[in-house]
């Protein structure tokens, strides 16, 4: 167990730093604006740095266990509840993804011209720490208690910083998500009643389903409280409608820090608990899968051309790509499995780095309407180049994270006959996704501006991106870049780890590997680092 | 005649069975002795009588405090089973001093702005909360009803105090009516329960039948023998009995008193109804139905659920379109009645939902108290009167009041990190575990409507737009002891919700 392992309780730090400093920063509402930016920069920072640093530590060869495990009491051990922390292949990336987005978010907000500016930063921070426990936790409980401890600054940040109509989105979004964060716990207690062990520890239900699976009715009824109750936490069709409305009135804070990682949580769960622990209830449930995200795919693909408002837009895409990373859940194969992880790191990088920008097009435009604005590059190229760097890789296109990501999901659909069709109406999504973000480059950055917005951009007082703009850009710029020239980074420690938890399809173990990179197939496999 | 005497009282020292109930004497005598000081103390000490109570209180809950720890023998039996002491009624003992202290607290405050007659106040809540020790504690009928009236009447009392508010006198007339009309339900299903299982021609019975135990032996000696009009007796019986129990609970079909008494009332008898008389009925209806009723579980299971998913979907849906936070109070009330009723039902399974009812009670009492002593400090001198839109910009004019607001509100919710969503998690696992999967899905629908009408409350606090012409509300400040009592409150709720353990309930 390692009780005292220095790097088991870094994971405990990076989870308590942010919250603890937000504490802090809560209370001080006298602090000059420099040093709550010292202090936020070290609680914002901190839990990347441990991110990279356990990255190093982490030992590939433990797939199927945990790293870094560290179990606490927490006086609930009677009904077998843990504060269990630990991570394993597939938790890694999307902690290392928590932190990436955390730091950007951090850093751009700490120079936003928030008003009460401590709160915000408290609430972010509580909100970072929220999400480095979800992905940290091996208990089923604390993993959906840290979800909710993070979701709780969001419907806050909505109402206290929102744009207009804030009072309705903010509203709207908490009882959906209450919903299905409710139907979500409802499903892991009764897969806590079910299997009767009495822990909600992700391993000991692992170990006791892999000997004894549960009833096909019983399995079936579970993973659809999970599927719907997650789902409606990623905005699965049709249960999105709060996405798009939440996040155009949100602050972009929250918007990058719940759309980038937040939303992930479901997925995660998903990916993590339900389809490895209830396989005939995710093969039961295929075809509802199936559809449900060909409809986030095309239908919300649709809608999304159809909209002239930019963050309303970029919304209704995290809606769309979501639909992606449910097809790889779908295919139940290491290869889908690995290309959603792919998927979702990759999605989370960019679709932070688009809400971030389009604040930073808000700021020089004064509006989000596509229809009044063009001509942006001329005056702020460096903006322009980070935005269509990020719009392409919203797309797919190859050298970002997201390219890998729907091929392989592609590559997973195509492998087996039941599936192949789904490629097509998939890949549409893609020529969707092209033309509504082209245009949107189009639209602001290049052509003619129009009359009210080229006053605006003569007066000069539009300006290129600052300083503290373009660090967090690049920070994420650079995830996106990384995880397109090198997916290995996630996907290896990835396979490993679903190879153990999808035992059914271990012949897909290097199918992944030979597919992403054909060139180093042949490579003797090496750990890395 | 001397020696008769001397004997008489010989016989209680030797058992010494008085000392068994020492807190609830010590109640009753403080609250004589407080109309005793409004009598001997001159005008300007008047102030010392709630301080009087309050720390007397203190003292009581202390002592039953360390009686809970010195006395845990598993269960006890005083005055030839009058009264059973038992590890749950001494938690609920030290609840309801909890809650009394509170409420004289919150009493302090309300009585301040009015010109009302103050003494009898703390000493009618007082009573009340020694009767509902005694309630709790009781194991034979009479008990149970003497108890209950000691309650119900001084309660007709305490609604109706303003005397000078309309909304208070139509309040006290409407409890006064339809608790007295479900006391005569209560004593007509006791009567019939007690006939019947006095009948000697019947199997088991008893001449002593009023005893829990007694109707329970006979009960479930007989469940499967009874046929035609015997058996239609015990149930009918069992069911006023219930009946009479919902009133107190405000369940769906007697919720009707609910929100109009709540608004009537002054704001602190409405948080003791709410959260002392409510849990009191609780653990009424747990016992009867652990003791003499444990033989209709197969008849009671279905009437109790029907009970329980009309009762929340009614509170919750009733509560959405509320504008009067008292009200609103009190309809959310009738829905927190309805997930307790299911941890009820499930307890008949599973004998840990006990605890888990108890411990949903304590995160009520402690989030229900947050609330109301905010709305007694923001009330003004017209306590009826009391509109969400009255919490317009609060955050802003009292940003102290409204964080406590916010953690009370987030609490009854069920959000995590605070002691609700525990509260309703233990309350789910049970329910899962006694596979009421129906009832489940009623009460997850019902959490969710609830989010609307609590998160609504906050958004008028926190979201609104501050308009130029704000005025801070410099007069209301509250004190350093409304500060102490609100914190002590809402920290007690955090550390529960992160510590569960720090509530010496769940083992």
């Known amino acids: ?529 | 005649m001397n020696e008769l005497l001397i004997e008489f009282l010989g016989g209680f020292t030797k058992t010494n069975q008085w000392s068994a109930i020492l807190p609830e004497i010590m109640l009753g005598v403080l609250a004589l002795a407080l109309l005793g000081a409004e009598m001997a103390l001159p005008k300007n000490k008047q102030t010392l009588i709630p301080r009087l109570a309050i720390w007397g209180q203190v003292i009581v809950l202390l002592f039953v405090i360390a009686c809970i720890g010195w006395c845990n023998v598993g269960e006890s039996e005083y005055f030839s089973g009058l009264i059973i002491q038992n590890d749950m009624t001494q938690i609920m003992r030290a609840f309801f001093v909890v809650s009394s202290i509170v409420v004289c607290y919150l009493g302090q405050i309300y009585l301040s702005k009015q010109s009302l007659a103050k003494t009898e106040f703390y000493a009618l809540v007082l009573i009340i909360a020694a009767a509902m020790m005694l309630l709790v504690q009781s194991a034979n009928f009479v008990m149970l009803f003497v108890a209950l009236e000691t309650v119900t009447v001084a309660f007709y009392v305490l609604v109706a105090y303003s005397r000078t508010s309309q909304f208070s006198l139509e309040s006290g007339l409407k409890y006064l009516i339809l608790g007295a009309l479900s006391s005569g339900i209560l004593l007509f299903g006791i009567v019939l329960l007690y006939g019947i299982a006095g009948s000697p021609e019947l199997m088991g019975s008893s001449r002593d039948s009023l005893k829990y135990i007694e109707l329970a032996n006979f009960i479930t000696l007989n469940t499967n023998n009874l046929i035609g009009v015997d058996n239609m007796i015990v149930k009918i019986g069992a069911l006023l009995v219930v009946a009479g129990i919902c009133f107190k609970i405000g369940a769906v079909p007697f919720q009707i008193w609910v929100p109009d008494v709540y608004q009537g009332a002054p704001t602190p008898v409405t948080a003791y109804l709410a959260v002392a008389s409510k849990a009191a009925g609780f653990i009424v209806l747990i016992q009867l139905l652990h003791g003499p009723f444990i033989g209709l579980k197969e008849f009671l299971v279905p009437v109790l659920s029907v009970i329980a998913a009309a009762t929340i979907l009614f509170g919750n849906v009733a509560a959405v379109t509320q504008r009067n936070v008292k009200r609103l109070m009190g309809l959310s009330g009738i829905a927190h009645a309805g997930y307790l009723i299911v941890g009820v039902i499930a307890s008949l399974y599973v004998p840990w939902a006990v605890y888990a009812v108890i411990f949903y009670l304590v995160t009520y009492l402690l989030a229900s108290f947050a609330v109301f002593g905010v709305m007694s400090l923001a009330a003004d001198a017209n306590d009826a009167n009391q509109e969400l839109d009255h919490y317009e910009n609060f955050a802003r004019k009292r940003p102290f009041l409204s964080c406590v607001l916010v953690s009370g509100l987030g609490s009854l919710a069920g959000i995590p990190p605070l002691g609700g969503f525990i509260g309703k998690l233990f309350l789910f696992v049970a329910a899962f575990q006694a596979g009421l999967y129906g009832l489940l899905g009623i009460s997850v629908l019902g959490v969710v409507i609830s989010i609307y009408y609590y998160f609504d409350w906050i958004r008028e606090c926190y979201f609104s737009a501050p308009t130029s012409a704000e005025v801070e509300d410099a007069s209301g400040d509250e004190t350093l002891g409304d500060r102490i009592l609100l914190g002590a409150l809402v920290a007690a709720t955090v550390v529960i919700g992160i510590l569960p353990v720090a509530l010496p309930i769940i083992r």
């Open chain 1, 1 to 529: 167990m390692g009780n005292l392992e220095a790097s088991s309780l870094c994971l405990l730090v990076s989870i308590l730093a942010p919250i603890l400093v937000g504490l802090v920063l809560l209370c001080g509402s006298r602090f000059s604006v420099n040093s709550m930016r010292a202090l936020s920069v070290f609680g914002f920072g901190l839990p990347l740095m441990i991110g990279i640093m356990l990255y190093g530590l982490f030992d590939p060869l433990l797939a199927g266990e945990y790293n870094f495990e560290l179990r606490l009491p927490t006086g609930l051990e009677s009904i077998g509840i843990y504060l269990h922390l630990g991570l394993n292949g597939i938790s890694m990336p999307l902690f290392l993804l928590a932190g990436m987005v955390g730091l950007a978010t951090g850093l751009y907000a700490m120079n936003s011209k928030a008003e009460r500016l401590h709160l915000y930063l408290a609430l972010l921070l509580f909100m970072l720490g929220g999400l480095m426990g979800t992905f940290a936790s091996i208990d089923v409980f604390f993993f959906y208690f840290f979800h909710e401890f993070a979701l709780i600054p969001t419907f806050l940040m909505i109402g206290i910083w929102g744009g207009a109509g804030r009072r309705v989105a903010a509203i709207e979004m908490t009882i959906y998500l209450t919903l299905g964060a409710l139907l979500s716990l409802l499903g892991l207690i009764a897969l806590y009643v079910q299997c009767g062990v009495d822990s909600f520890s992700l391993l000991e239900l692992r170990n006791y389903l892999s000997s004894q699976a549960l009833s096909e009715t019983v399995q079936n009824n579970i993973f659809a409280l999970l599927l719907f109750g997650f789902g409606i936490l990623v905005s699965l069709f049709p249960f999105h409608s709060w996405a798009p409305k939440g996040y155009a009135v949100a602050p972009t804070g929250a918007a990058m820090l719940h759309a980038g990682v937040l939303k992930k949580f479901g997925l995660y769960g998903l990916l993590q608990i339900a389809a490895p622990l209830l396989p005939s209830g995710a093969e039961h449930w295929f075809p509802w899968i199936v559809w449900l995200a060909l409809g986030n795919i095309i239908l919300i693909g649709l809608v999304t051309m159809a909209q002239k408002d930019l963050k309303m837009m970029l919304g209704y895409s995290s809606v769309m790509h979501m639909g992606y990373a449910f097809l790889g859940i779908a295919c139940f194969s290491v290869v889908g499995v690995g290309g959603a992880l792919l998927m979702m790191v990759a999605h989370g990088l960019s679709v932070a780095l688009l809400f971030m920008l389009s604040t930073c097009v808000y700021h020089r435009s004064q509006t989000f309407d596509l229809s009044s604005m063009g001509g942006l590059a001329t005056k702020a190229p460096v903006l322009a180049g980070f935005f269509v760097a990020a719009t392409m890789a919203s797309i797919g296109l190859p050298g970002f994270g997201n390219f890998w990501g729907e091929f392989t999901i592609f590559v997973a659909l195509a492998e087996t006959d039941m599936t192949k069709w789904i490629v097509a109406p998939a890949a549409i999504g893609i020529v969707i996704s092209a033309i509504y973000g082209l245009r949107a480059v189009s639209n602001i950055f290049f052509g003619q501006a129009k009359d009210s917005f080229k006053e605006r951009l003569e007066s000069g007082q539009v300006t290129d991106l600052q300083p503290f703009e373009k660090l967090p850009a690049c920070l994420l710029i650079g995830g996106l870049l990384l995880t397109g020239i090198f997916p290995r980074i996630i996907s290896d420690d990835a396979n490993r780890e679903l190879a153990v938890l999808y035992p059914y399809e271990q012949s897909n173990l290097t199918a992944i590997e030979s597919v992403i990179l054909p060139a180093e197939a042949d490579a003797p496999k090496e750990v890395a680092h």
